[in-house]
């Protein structure tokens, strides 16, 4: 027998493993904590001949000729079961066996062959290592580990085999030739129906041949090329012995699963052999003892057989991975050509324990592939020619499929009573599996018919393998300063996106024993996360004394290594510590509020790194070309190569310390909604802590020479002034500033430089007018100079007008001053600007002067009911005439539903939150004849107008939006009703931009519907299968509106954006407005979808595969279809966020991509698409938001507005359809089962609506009493309210 020789192995001695920091940490303990176990076996194997999957004894046969009984066993060693974790009772030795399928493997979804057995009880110890040390894992019971030399050894245990304990004298075991003439005879043999996976085992060697032979032909051709089936032929092999009780007990240790590392249900063994085989790539922790002693060190995490490896001294000192073979070995439904490859990988001439594994790992992965051992789990591998039942079965095997955007081929089916059925594929590149189910087939298909049609791209050779050439290039903006954001692989993260530091290529990856290696994957990068919260459960005693919470406990770095991908990496947007804005985006994240003040430390670490990095270290200047060769002869990714060396002394400052010296947030002030200027905390400059350890600052002394910071690279020299000035540049001056507006009509407070910066000033009063051309930089000191004299004079003329004057007079000098913003801009634009300076500073801070003013004018000419600290919620009753049919998610309801959840955000009650119930003449005019002829083209407004006409009074639920060929009208209902009910939305929107634009109010909510964010400038626009619901689009129209000169009956205004957080893409606006590229507009769209769900490329295609209606099925995509999924402009963001639209996703969508774009773009109004329908109790099932988070996202758009436009937002209504039924049913034939549960509306809900439910939908609809619709749009109105004090 070749496999490899327990007895031969050196004696157990002490072995330690260094850590991270230095130290040494014993292993050696790991012996005596099994004591217990070994006394339960001592020297007791499991016999070959049985099947390990038949024993309720953690893989035992209950034999009593044949195995002690536990409870005897328990009792003979109740001296020694205090070395255990916990009482080994026989209840715990015989647990079942029916383990569950691995769920959180989602690429392991297998049919299950048979159950798994579980474990003995066992001591557990804290660390791998004397597992997979030489001497203290392999060692046989006490005796035989005392002896001098392996022979020595040996000798000893044949004489602790002779001598039984007391449980083996009356079932004495058989010699070892008695036991392998036993095992001989159950080979050829078979007693019993337990044995018959055993009798497959032994008959491996002559049946798996045959098999193979029979295989060839059925395998696709250039798979069989690939996998050199050829080569496949294993010689006869020798069975694995069983493991015995310890065996079991020390892999669980080494793996760290069991009871003592996982309390629940799931303990950590997998269902089916295949998920217990993978078990090798499982990570574990090689320093747990040392982290519960020592606070400050890092968990250590490697690959299991990447940890065995590096503890073998010789090529038969793998007992790590023997052991877990073995136990594979005698699964029952492991394969008996898997068996053989098992045996085989352990028994094969090896020179060297690097060979040893590498046979290993290839074996292990053959076994995914292998058509024998997939054959004999059950899988079908024969192609067949007819489809077998609906899913097509056996048809598809051979065929080519795309899958992550790299080719494999589906080589086996079997079906599934989940799916129906599931195929395997395999990677034509490196051999990798995955499973299949029935729509990601026809997916995978579908992508690889698409490809062909594509000119092929040519992948350079250096790259390696095409499945990492898509990622190969990958790289993040910012990744040459060292942070970046990346999603953790601890569970315990959340799978929360967190600053982190990564690692160049140079400084390696961390090993077990302290060393430093090259990355073992091109696909992967490691990285120091800052400041993370989710190590706190490893440590015992805090960080640093003045801790007050417990998520600060824990380290202050962690390593990891993550997969380089767009879903596990982002930019690290953040230049400064923003109170607000890290407040803003921590709601979104669903930690616990104590995690705020760790989350607040990792940013503030994130930001001095990079203001380090970017200041005073020299960036790489190489080429993107040299920078891949670079990353190709260091097989490593192209970040690790770009990220910078940070020197020793910066990583190894006291942060700690630091940190700990600053202010904690609950310390910090309240945030301060409504100023445009930002609460900024300053950088922590490392440069200057470095600088101060060097003499003559460490001796206390000053250095007259100024510090060094020639690395400064041009692109990091300052376009813009200090960012402090502002005209309040500290908390003195606010309140020297505050003091003399007191004061009252002073010159003072009329001063220029109350408006304008000192920067912005400072070029007004330039001596040499040669400087700036006609009407340039020169002239805006003259109009802003005017502008606050005429806001001067209004206001003390202002006390004696009369109501309907002062509205006139602030609309007059509210438009005046966005007026002169937006000359002064095309002033500057053309202007010759000073050498040094940057236009872009000029304009920012001119358009900062201009809404101050604004501001101003706001606050001095407001009274109760109009202007400052108002809020308006727009509807009419008009929009109720939009009938839709029966079954149909856009329910007359939602109207009614809208006004109730506006009044209790106080709307009609509080004097300052208007309820306008009625629009008046003149707006519904100028929607129906000035401004959807501009958003909408005429031959749709005639068709959809002659088309609402011809319906007959009585009738509702008619298609209003299909074509000729009555396609594209199933989910766009309607009534006679529905043209003036759109065009009376259109109507609100325009009346709301008019309110908030001239000072009416800061901010309004228009209560609509239909909703119409997906109508075009023409039918179904880009390539939608339908109109979703919408006739014409209120925002679009609100927006054309704004932008339109005063001369044409607009409001002049230059920069328009519209921001969609409805669920679905809001195509239509993008139509209307963002077709090609305008300047006026930006529009911004945070939905679910993506490529990965709606299909790759082929945005030209004429395939309509992935587009369906609203509601569809899963597997066809996401309405409206691919035309979400990428940005095609800088005028249009796009964010797709997958499947489902979760808080953390659109939390961090909206503070690291929508802020910057918006701020940069800043607009003069904005304009939200507010759709509610990713609630997570929507029936779309599409969401996972809660009306709190709906006030969230409400709150940080009313940030951005105010940073960029003095407040001024509109929001109107589009999706959401979680509202419970509001009518009794009147379905007599379905039978009532309970008492049925309605929302009362109360008088908001007119006497002569109805809701006609189907049941179905009406029990979907039932979850929305706890909460809805209704809820979400009283958080955005009462987000709204909060938000409307201009300061």
Request: hydrophobic share 35%; glycine share 8%.
């Amino acid at each position: 027998m070749m496999s490899i020789d327990q007895d031969q192995l050196p004696p157990n001695k002490e072995s330690s493993c260094p850590d991270d920091k230095g130290d040494s940490i014993a292993v050696g303990e790991i012996s005596s904590s099994f004591t217990a176990a070994t006394q339960l076996d001592k020297g007791d194997t499991v016999n070959k001949g049985q099947d390990q999957g038949t024993s309720e004894n953690h893989g035992l046969k209950s034999n009593d000729k044949d195995t002690p009984d536990p409870v005897a066993a328990e009792e003979s060693t109740s001296s020694s079961s205090e070395a255990l974790d916990k009482p080994n009772d026989s209840t715990n030795m015989k647990r079942q066996l029916d383990s569950p399928m691995d769920e959180d493997n989602p690429s392991k979804r297998s049919k299950p062959q048979g159950e798994t057995p579980e474990p003995a009880p066992k001591p557990a110890p804290e660390t791998p290592s004397a597992i997979m040390n030489g001497s203290s894992a392999v060692s046989k019971p006490e005796a035989a580990a005392s002896a001098d030399s392996p022979s020595e050894q040996m000798e000893v245990e044949e004489r602790s085999k002779s001598a039984p304990t007391s449980a083996d004298e009356a079932n004495p075991s058989p010699p070892p030739s008695e036991q392998s003439d036993a095992m001989d005879v159950d080979e050829t043999k078979s007693s019993s129906a337990d044995d018959e996976d055993n009798d497959a085992g032994a008959a491996a060697n002559a049946q798996s041949d045959d098999d193979l032979d029979f295989t060839f032909d059925l395998i696709d051709p250039a798979l069989a090329g690939v996998m050199k089936l050829e080569d496949m032929i294993i010689p006869k092999v020798e069975p694995l012995d069983r493991l015995t009780f310890r065996d079991l007990a020390e892999l669980e240790a080494a793996l760290q699963i069991g009871d003592h590392y996982n309390y629940g249900e799931d303990d950590g063994w997998k269902g089916d052999w295949a998920g217990n085989l993978d078990l090798f790539r499982k990570e574990v922790v090689v320093n747990k003892n040392y982290l519960n002693t020592q606070a400050s060190a890092k968990p250590i995490r490697i690959d299991y057989c990447d940890w065995v490896a590096s503890n073998a001294r010789n090529k038969n000192d793998l007992r790590g991975l023997e052991l877990l073979f073995r136990y594979v070995y005698h699964m029952k439904g492991t394969p008996a050509m898997a068996k053989k490859i098992l045996a085989y990988a352990l028994q094969r001439p090896a020179q060297s324990s690097e060979e040893r594994l590498d046979i290993i790992i290839k074996a292990a992965t053959r076994m995914n592939y292998d058509p024998i051992v997939l054959k004999q789990d059950g899988w079908t591998i024969q192609k067949t020619d007819n489809p077998e039942g609906p899913l097509g079965g056996a048809i598809y095997i051979g065929r080519r499929v795309m899958w992550q955007k790299h080719e494999a081929v589906v080589v086996a089916y079997i079906p599934d009573e989940t799916y129906g059925g599931l195929w395997k594929g395999v990677f034509l590149e490196d051999l990798d599996t995955f499973d299949m189910e029935p729509g990601e087939l026809q997916m995978g298909l579908k992508k690889l018919e698409n490809k062909t049609r594509q000119k092929p791209t040519r992948i350079n050779a250096q790259s390696g393998s095409t499945r990492f050439a898509a990622t190969a290039k990958f790289t993040v903006p910012g990744i040459e300063n060292g942070i970046i954001l990346a999603k953790p692989t601890n569970r315990a993260s959340k799978g929360i996106m967190w600053p982190a530091r990564v690692r160049n290529v140079v400084e390696g990856k961390l090993t077990a024993d302290g060393k430093v290696r090259r990355n073992s994957s091109k696909n992967q990068i490691h990285v120091i996360f800052l400041a993370p919260f989710w190590n706190a459960q490893d440590a015992s005693v805090s960080k640093m004394s003045n801790a007050t919470d417990p998520y600060s406990v824990g380290p202050l770095f962690e390593y990891d290594t993550i997969e380089v991908s767009e879903y596990n990496i982002q930019e690290y947007t953040h230049n400064s510590i923003s109170i607000e804005q890290l407040e803003t985006g921590f709601k979104f994240l669903g930690l616990p509020k104590g995690v705020f003040a760790r989350y607040l430390d990792s940013h503030r670490l994130a930001v001095s790194l990079k203001a380090y990095s970017l200041k005073h270290m020299s960036k790489n200047r190489d080429s993107e070309d040299q920078l891949l060769a670079s990353a190709s002869l260091t097989e490593s990714h192209i970040l690790s190569v770009k990220a910078p060396i940070f020197p020793d002394v910066v990583l190894m400052l006291p942060f700690d310390y630091i940190l700990s010296k600053l202010t904690h947030p609950s310390e910090l002030a309240a945030s301060s909604l409504g100023n445009d200027e930002d609460t900024q905390e300053p950088v922590i400059d490392i440069d200057a802590i470095v600088h101060s350890l060097s003499p003559p600052e460490c001796f206390g002394k000053t250095s007259q020479e100024p510090r060094n910071s020639s690395c400064l690279t041009p692109e990091a020299l300052p376009s813009s002034p200090d960012p402090n000035f502002t005209p309040a540049k500290s908390a003195k001056r606010a309140l020297q500033l505050a003091s003399e507006e007191n004061n009252g009509d002073t010159d003072a407070v009329w001063s220029i430089n109350r408006f304008a910066s000192d920067f912005l000033v400072g070029l007004f009063q330039r001596e040499s007018v040669d400087d700036y051309s006609v009407e340039g930089v020169g002239q805006l000191g003259t109009l802003i100079t005017n502008l606050v004299a005429k806001l001067r004079q209004t206001c003390s003329a202002y006390p004696g007008y009369g109501m309907h004057k002062k509205v006139i007079e602030l609309k007059k000098m509210l438009c005046q001053c966005l007026l002169i913003k937006g000359h002064g801009e095309d002033c500057i634009e053309y202007s010759s600007i000073p050498h040094g300076v940057s236009k872009v500073t000029i304009i920012t801070e001119w358009r900062k002067a201009c809404e101050r003013i604004y501001k101003r004018a706001v606050s001095k000419l407001s009274f109760t009911g109009v202007g400052n600290g108002v809020t308006s919620v727009i509807t009419d009753s008009r929009c109720n005439g939009h009938i839709t049919q029966l079954g149909s998610f856009e329910r007359p309801v939602r109207l009614p539903a809208a006004i109730k959840g506006a009044k209790r955000a106080g709307a009609g009650r509080d004097p300052n939150v208007l309820l306008l119930t009625e629009v008046e003449d003149n707006y519904y005019n100028m929607a129906e004849n000035v401004v959807i002829p501009k958003a909408h083209k005429k031959t749709y407004i005639k068709r959809l107008k002659t088309k609402i006409q011809s319906i007959p009074p009585d009738q509702k639920g008619v298609p209003l939006t299909d074509d000729s060929d009555g396609e594209g009208g199933d989910d766009t209902m309607g009534s006679r009703g529905s043209y003036a009910a759109a065009v009376v939305g259109i109507g609100a929107s325009l009346k709301a931009v008019d309110m908030v634009v001239t000072g009416k109010c800061v901010n309004v909510f228009c209560a609509i519907r239909p909703p119409g964010h997906h109508a075009g400038l023409e039918l179904r626009p880009m390539q939608a299968v339908s109109n979703g619901f919408c006739l014409f689009n209120a925002a679009a129209c609100a927006a054309i509106y704004a932008t339109t000169p005063l001369s044409q009956g607009g409001l002049g205004l230059r920069r328009v954006c519209v921001i969609d957080f409805d669920v679905h893409h809001g195509n239509g606006t993008q139509d209307i407005l963002c077709s090609t590229y305008d300047p006026r507009y930006l529009y911004v769209s945070i939905h679910a979808g993506g490529a990965h769900i709606n299909g790759f490329e082929d945005e030209g295609s004429e395939d309509e595969s992935f587009r369906h209606l609203l509601g569809g099925r899963k597997t066809e995509g996401i309405f409206p279809g691919r035309c979400g999924d990428t940005s095609p402009h800088k005028g249009v963001l796009n964010i797709p966020l997958g499947q489902k639209v979760t808080a953390s996703a659109i939390g961090s969508a909206l503070v690291s991509q929508v802020t910057p774009r918006v701020e940069e773009f800043s607009p003069d109004l904005i304009i939200l698409s507010a759709g509610f329908d990713a609630h997570e109790n929507d029936p779309l099932g599409m969401g996972g938001l809660s009306a709190a988070d709906f006030g969230s996202v409400t709150e940080v758009a009313c940030q951005m507005a105010y940073k960029t436009c003095s407040g001024r937002i509109l929001s109107v209504l589009e999706g959401g359809y979680g509202i419970p039924c509001c009518r009794p049913r009147n379905d007599l034939f379905l039978p009532t089962t309970s008492e049925e549960r309605l929302l009362d509306l109360g008088e908001d809900l007119p006497s002569n609506m109805d809701d006609e439910v189907h049941y179905t939908l009406r029990q979907k609809l039932d979850k929305c009493h706890e909460e809805g619709f209704l809820e979400c749009v009283q958080s955005h109105v009462q987000s709204f309210v909060k938000c409307n004090i201009r300061k």
